[in-house]
């Protein structure tokens, strides 16, 4: 008598095997679209934050107010432009790097953070950064402010936060994640269908089982002192013992 598999079913094995590989395939796929997806956001973001950054900076008002070192003015309009433009902060500093405006007015007169203001102030460059600030992490655009002779008068540093950024993919990252579960729930059905067709078509053995029943046959066959031939519906001999070869006058390796 026949007794079940003790370890893991022939079922179970295939569904877990279907279930492992398909959940590798897919966190390969969330992974990669995931992060395609917010690189490529912050590089949408990055270059609208240089965008707003370059046209705040060409302002003649601007450009007036950071000669003067008139802060007031600069904050009223720096807050007026930010909620216009739906950034997250805009700051202006002077020629070294000191702050003009500011989202927090208590941090006016204290130095920019974040290090990335060397190749605007010095060099003149306008480009798009990543870095730590004082507000968080963040990408920003820089961009120099110049007067009428072309001299680097100050800077103009526009940023979105990462943190802003990531609650936005959020939907995106939750509806991957439906998807991974539905994708997953579908295969685990299609393996159990899959499982029991075969189930099915070996008389309900397992395929293990299968095997060391016919394993036995032969061997039980070849203990039998009379001849054995099968033939099916065409005449094809299916199966043999080994008196019938020697009976028949037939070697067994033909």
């Keep these: 008598m026949y007794q079940p598999a003790r370890l893991l079913s022939y079922r179970a094995r295939l569904l877990l095997i279907m279930l492992l590989y398909s959940l590798l395939q897919l966190s390969i796929v969330v992974v990669t679209s995931y992060w395609y997806v917010s690189d490529s956001e912050y590089q949408d973001k990055g270059e609208r934050a240089l965008d707003v950054a370059r046209v705040v900076a060409k302002l003649p008002d601007v ?57 605007a102030l010095s060099l003149g460059e306008e480009y798009v ?40 993919l959020k939907p995106y990252l939750y509806f991957m994640i439906l998807l991974v579960m539905g994708v997953l729930s579908l295969n685990m059905l299609i393996g159990w269908w899959l499982a029991q067709r075969i189930k099915n078509t070996l008389l309900g053995f397992e395929p293990e089982q299968m095997s060391r029943l016919y394993a036995e046959l032969q061997a ?23 008196n019938a070869i020697r009976l028949l006058g037939k070697d067994q390796g033909a």
């Design 129 to 168: 950064s990543r870095a730590k600030g004082s507000l968080g992490v963040s990408v920003r655009g820089k961009v120099p402010v110049k007067n009428a002779q072309g001299n680097i008068i100050g800077i103009v540093s526009v940023g979105y936060l990462l943190e802003k950024i990531d609650v936005q």
């Design 220 to 242: 039980t066959l070849n203990t039998i002192r009379e001849g054995v031939i099968a033939i099916n519906r065409e005449g094809i001999i299916t199966n043999i013992n080994a």
């Design 63 to 119: 450009v007036a107010a950071v000669e003067r070192g008139d802060s007031e003015f600069l904050q009223l309009l720096a807050e007026e432009l930010r909620r216009t433009m739906g950034a997250s902060f805009i700051v202006v500093g002077d020629a070294n790097g000191v702050r003009l405006a500011h989202p927090k007015q208590e941090r006016i007169g204290q130095p920019m953070v974040g290090g990335d203001n060397y190749a």
